[in-house]
């Protein structure tokens, strides 16, 4: 610990006397001064030993005295040694008086003990004390690094937790809680998230400094990895500031920490070359080959029912933010995912039907759609993009390639449809109306109607009306003409009138359902 006014009291050679203050002897000493300015107080800094003959101050003058101790206690001067036999035989009574007061402590130096010999007293004290903290700094650093090495990040929590006396915990690049110690900082570390978060969104490196939970500790927070996002982060809970030995070890779990982000990014890339791998094979029809070189790292989702996910995007944050997702909710659950990157703008995922990882995509798509409405209403969230994601229905290895295609057959209804997120059930168990909102079947319907349109606004029949009302009655003459409260010859007349001005019969049944199917998208745009 650093040199105090006690320690100084009881160096046998210095031969201080105490004559105020004796109940704040304890306090630090962050170095020893000697002045003789009536004023000393604009060249301290705080935490100084001052030391004075008192050559220029009347130290018998009551007034002068209250205003310079007060000065050196608002300084944050923590003693003051007085030198007698030099221009004073002992200390003046009302510097004494004074001093007591205002809860300086006030040291009498003899003679004999020059100002030099303190000054030394404290500096190798203070050297001693940067000594023992540096000794202890590698000593914490040896211990963390052998604690990663053999017990990985949780270990290395561990000793960390009980170099500072406090605790520590280690968040993924989602901001989720991957690892605590001790078991107990779990809650007050799941506490931190949004400060975590905020701290991700700064540069690279970043730390911050934040009161626990109703003030119960104090928290720094650290961001780890070498590029622009990083990687992770670590949190620091300790009751008091951390002094050097602790900030020696702290930063030494985070430069271990890093290495050991760095490495399991190295380490995702080689997965995600394997992954693609994987996925090409799976596609080609080959899923034994495919489960043969996936082994362990993704053999258990192979296993079971999967979905696949497309999810395409200009902006390489949207699917950056997508990738995260998935990856995180699957790491938290234990669950096996494939992501694979399939050029700047396309992603595509395998995950396990109804896992984590299915969920959490569902999850950031409708936080996608939330501020794609947000900024519809004018509110510019800074966040629009034009990210479209598709998910297959359940799907087995051997029916990789058709998920695959349901997904791009979601994602491109997604993208027609101005939605974020559209599964291939969905199309499955819904109308076929809501795809014919498309500017090409719209634009079929126009041209393939217009004449008969064009027909009728002459005034010389309502051919659309009973061409609707005869195929809704799949070509029965009475009922159709009923509905439209005319005779059916009438009906026929029309009808053939419609065969003359489109030049196709009606009697094919192509032709009656893209006549239909143009009604309906006609009636879909109204």
């Not at 004559?19 to 800094?45: F, I, Q, T």
């Not at 008192?54 to 030198?83: E, P, Q, S, T």
């Not at 006396?165 to 506490?191: C, H, I, K």
Request: net charge negative; proline share 4%.
């Amino acid at each position: 610990m650093p040199p105090t006014l006690a320690s100084l009291v009881h160096h046998s050679a210095l031969k201080l006397t105490v004559r105020a203050g004796e109940d704040r002897l304890d306090v630090p000493v962050r170095w020893a001064h000697v002045s003789e300015l009536a004023d000393p107080v604009p060249y301290m800094e705080g935490g100084e030993l001052l030391l004075t003959t008192a050559l220029k101050l009347d130290a018998d003058d009551a007034k002068a005295m209250r205003r310079y101790v007060k000065r050196l206690v608002g300084a944050g001067v923590v003693g003051l040694g007085f030198a007698v036999g030099v221009n004073y035989d002992e200390i003046p009574k009302v510097l004494v008086d004074t001093a007591e007061q205002e809860g300086l402590p006030l040291l009498e130096v003899p003679r004999r003990t020059p100002f030099i010999a303190i000054s030394k007293a404290v500096s190798a004290a203070i050297a001693a004390d940067q000594y023992r903290s540096v000794t202890a700094g590698f000593a914490a650093q040896r211990e963390l690094t052998k604690q990663a090495l053999t017990d990985g990040p949780e270990g290395l929590l561990a000793a960390l937790a009980a170099q500072v006396d406090g605790w520590a915990a280690l968040y993924d690049a989602s901001g989720a809680v991957v690892a605590t110690a001790p078991e107990w900082a779990g809650r007050r570390a799941a506490r931190l998230t949004a400060d975590v978060e905020r701290l991700r969104d700064r540069p690279a490196p970043a730390s911050s400094v934040v009161g626990g939970p109703d003030n119960e500790d104090r928290v720094e927070l650290h961001t780890l990895g070498t590029g622009r996002r990083p990687r992770a982060a670590l949190a620091v809970g300790t009751e008091s500031a951390l002094g050097t030995a602790e900030r020696y070890a702290v930063h030494s779990a985070i430069a271990l920490l890093t290495l050991t982000t760095e490495r399991s990014r190295s380490l995702q890339a080689a997965q995600e070359r394997i992954g693609a791998a994987v996925l090409r094979m799976l596609l080609a029809g080959h899923p034994d080959h495919a489960r043969a070189v996936a082994g362990d790292l993704y053999g258990g989702l192979l296993d079971a029912p999967f979905r696949i996910i497309v999810g395409e995007s200009a902006d390489g944050e949207a699917l950056d933010g997508l990738a995260e997702a998935v990856e995180s909710a699957a790491a938290r659950s234990g669950e096996a995912v494939l992501v694979v990157a399939e050029g700047p703008e396309r992603l595509v995922v395998l995950a396990v039907d109804g896992g984590a990882a299915v969920e959490a995509c569902g999850e950031y798509a409708a936080t996608r759609e939330g501020e794609r409405a947000s900024s519809a209403t004018g509110e510019h969230t800074g966040d629009e993009d034009d990210l479209v994601v598709g998910l297959s229905a359940p799907a087995g290895p051997i029916a990789a390639a058709a998920a695959y295609k349901q997904a791009e057959q979601a994602l491109s209804v997604a993208r027609r449809r101005g939605r974020v997120l559209v599964e291939h059930e969905q199309l499955a168990a819904g109308s076929v109306l809501p795809l014919l909102a498309d500017d090409a079947v719209r634009a079929f319907a126009d041209g393939l109607l217009r004449p008969l349109s064009e027909h009728d606004a002459t005034g010389r029949g309502d051919l659309v009306a009973s061409l609707r009302a005869w195929l809704s009655r799949h070509g029965q003459w009475d009922a159709a003409a009923a509905d439209l409260g005319v005779h059916r010859h009438t009906l026929r007349y029309r009808m053939r009138r419609v065969e003359e001005i489109l030049g196709r019969s009606l009697d094919d049944p192509d032709v009656r359902m893209e006549l239909w199917l143009a009604l309906k998208a006609t009636a879909a745009a109204e």
